[in-house]
């Protein structure tokens, strides 16, 4: 655009810079401003430039011209609004008045990735399902590793049961309980019980056994069958039984049979549901019966951490108990006289040779007797410490 002279000085005040470097996306619309301040006599006109050419009436510009605090000075003011619609209208933009020019150099910006960012979203989101699958998956077997190798194990409690077994004498339970729960507990996992199917509450008030029962048991377990409602104490007044069975134990567990879910009283569902927080709640279902099952995997949490010790240290329980009694002595191999049985020793108390014996005279017909009298073995309690208890016959004293 032609215009007449106009004197000096000219001051660019925009663009700050005379040379400006944009990176503008395809489909753009950016504003090219160029202000130029001029003496009050100068009536020219910015002229714009494309790449050393009159951009013509390819772009459209505003002109704008406004006074100064006095009338010597005026601004002179252009703005060229660029469309970036094709790559051709990338280059660069100059304006210029007399001597004075600026120029804006506008570059192609690479379009944002979507598909880089819709990957990476769906990444985390797949690492986050299966996160939450695993935990799923693997939350008990967990737990159980860090109980058995972290958690602190119920030792010198007194208690001489892991868990007292409360069931119904019916057909069902009886083998649920003696052919799958004590099995499973006792061989595969080493935990000892102790089953009572007599009522737990014969009457309003515990008896003396059932507080017995349940004072050497560290966790009662309850075998919530349809029969084991049908009890008196159950039918009477089952709500005042199940809070004093909350009294009597610590956490204690019911086992629910999911078939007969669906038929146990609302009462009874309701107490279970409310106490969720002292009880554990625990569902026997058809595929229960695999011993990779989580029925197993959340009774043996809700049940003590077992202490596995080698062979020959004793019971854990009475490690730390001052206990007097032979049957409990804590150095076992030095009591244990004859590691390989129990029904004679090997080898005598003492170096001293055993006292002299009148020979026996020979009966041809009749069968050499023993010398030990194992007429009561049977009724002896081996119990206590299988692993001490040895007879010793009258010649090795």
Same mark, same amino acid.
């Given at each position: 655009?032609?215009?007449?002279?106009?004197?000096?000085?000219?001051?660019?005040?925009?663009?700050?810079?005379?040379?400006?470097?944009?990176?503008?996306? &395809?489909?753009?619309?950016?504003?090219?401003?160029?202000?130029?301040?001029?003496?009050?006599?100068?009536?020219?006109?910015?002229?714009?430039? !494309?790449?050393? !050419?009159?951009?013509?009436?390819?772009?459209?510009?505003? /002109? $704008?011209?406004?006074?100064? #605090?006095?009338?010597?000075?005026?601004?002179?003011?252009?703005?060229?609004?660029?469309?970036?619609?094709?790559? /051709?209208? *990338?280059?660069? #933009?100059?304006?210029?008045?007399?001597?004075?020019?600026?120029? %804006?150099?506008? +570059?192609?910006?690479?379009?944002?990735?979507?598909?880089?960012?819709?990957?990476?979203?769906?990444? &985390?989101?797949? =690492?986050?399902?299966?996160?939450?699958?695993?935990?799923?998956?693997?939350?008990?077997?967990?737990?159980?590793?860090?109980?058995?190798?972290?958690?602190?194990?119920?030792?010198?409690?007194?208690?001489?049961? @892991?868990?007292?077994?409360?069931?119904?004498?019916?057909?069902?339970?009886? !083998? #649920?309980?003696? %052919?799958?729960? !004590?099995?499973?507990?006792?061989?595969? *996992?080493? *935990?000892?019980?102790?089953?009572?199917?007599?009522?737990?509450?014969?009457?309003?008030?515990?008896?003396?056994?059932?507080?017995?029962?349940? $004072?050497?048991?560290?966790?009662?377990?309850?075998?919530? $069958?349809?029969?084991?409602?049908?009890?008196?104490?159950?039918?009477?007044?089952?709500?005042?039984?199940?809070?004093?069975?909350?009294?009597?134990?610590?956490?204690?567990?019911?086992?629910? %049979?999911?078939?007969?879910?669906?038929?146990?009283?609302?009462? =009874?569902? +309701?107490?279970?549901?409310?106490?969720?927080?002292?009880?554990?709640?625990?569902?026997?279902?058809? @595929?229960?019966?695999?011993?990779?099952?989580?029925?197993?995997?959340?009774?043996?949490?809700?049940?003590?951490?077992?202490?596995?010790?080698?062979?020959?240290?004793?019971?854990?329980?009475?490690?730390?108990?001052?206990?007097?009694?032979?049957?409990?002595?804590?150095?076992?191999?030095?009591?244990?006289?004859?590691?390989?049985? /129990?029904?004679?020793?090997?080898?005598? #108390?003492?170096?001293?040779?055993?006292?002299?014996?009148?020979?026996?005279?020979?009966?041809?017909?009749?069968?050499?007797?023993? @010398?030990?009298?194992?007429?009561?073995?049977?009724?002896?309690? *081996?119990?206590?410490?299988?692993?001490?208890?040895?007879?010793?016959?009258?010649?090795?004293?």
């Amino acid at each position: 655009m032609a215009g007449t002279e106009c004197g000096l000085p000219l001051n660019l005040i925009s663009p700050p810079t005379v040379e400006q470097e944009l990176w503008l996306h &395809l489909g753009s619309i950016v504003p090219l401003n160029c202000t130029l301040q001029v003496p009050g006599s100068c009536n020219g006109n910015v002229t714009w430039l !494309k790449d050393g !050419k009159a951009v013509e009436h390819l772009y459209t510009s505003q /002109d $704008s011209v406004w006074n100064g #605090f006095n009338s010597s000075v005026k601004f002179l003011s252009s703005v060229l609004d660029v469309n970036l619609t094709t790559e /051709d209208d *990338y280059g660069k #933009f100059t304006c210029q008045l007399q001597n004075v020019s600026a120029s %804006f150099t506008l +570059h192609k910006s690479a379009q944002a990735g979507h598909i880089a960012a819709v990957v990476l979203a769906l990444c &985390l989101f797949a =690492v986050l399902v299966i996160g939450i699958v695993l935990y799923i998956k693997c939350r008990l077997n967990l737990n159980l590793w860090y109980r058995d190798k972290y958690g602190e194990p119920e030792l010198n409690d007194g208690r001489l049961f @892991d868990a007292c077994v409360s069931f119904c004498p019916s057909n069902i339970d009886t !083998k #649920f309980t003696n %052919f799958i729960l !004590k099995p499973q507990l006792e061989n595969r *996992y080493g *935990y000892k019980l102790h089953l009572d199917e007599r009522s737990l509450l014969p009457s309003t008030e515990p008896s003396a056994e059932l507080l017995m029962n349940v $004072s050497r048991s560290r966790r009662l377990i309850v075998v919530l $069958s349809m029969a084991y409602l049908e009890q008196e104490w159950c039918q009477n007044n089952f709500r005042d039984g199940f809070f004093r069975l909350l009294e009597l134990s610590q956490t204690p567990i019911f086992i629910l %049979f999911e078939n007969q879910y669906k038929d146990l009283p609302a009462e =009874v569902i +309701h107490l279970l549901n409310s106490q969720k927080g002292t009880l554990k709640t625990m569902l026997w279902k058809a @595929d229960s019966v695999s011993p990779a099952s989580e029925f197993w995997k959340e009774l043996r949490l809700a049940l003590p951490r077992k202490i596995s010790l080698s062979n020959g240290q004793g019971d854990p329980q009475t490690q730390c108990q001052d206990d007097k009694d032979p049957m409990l002595t804590l150095n076992s191999e030095a009591s244990d006289l004859d590691p390989d049985g /129990d029904l004679g020793v090997r080898r005598t #108390f003492y170096k001293a040779p055993p006292p002299r014996i009148a020979p026996v005279a020979r009966v041809p017909d009749r069968e050499p007797t023993a @010398d030990v009298d194992i007429s009561d073995l049977g009724s002896r309690n *081996y119990s206590a410490r299988s692993d001490y208890y040895c007879l010793v016959t009258e010649p090795d004293l």
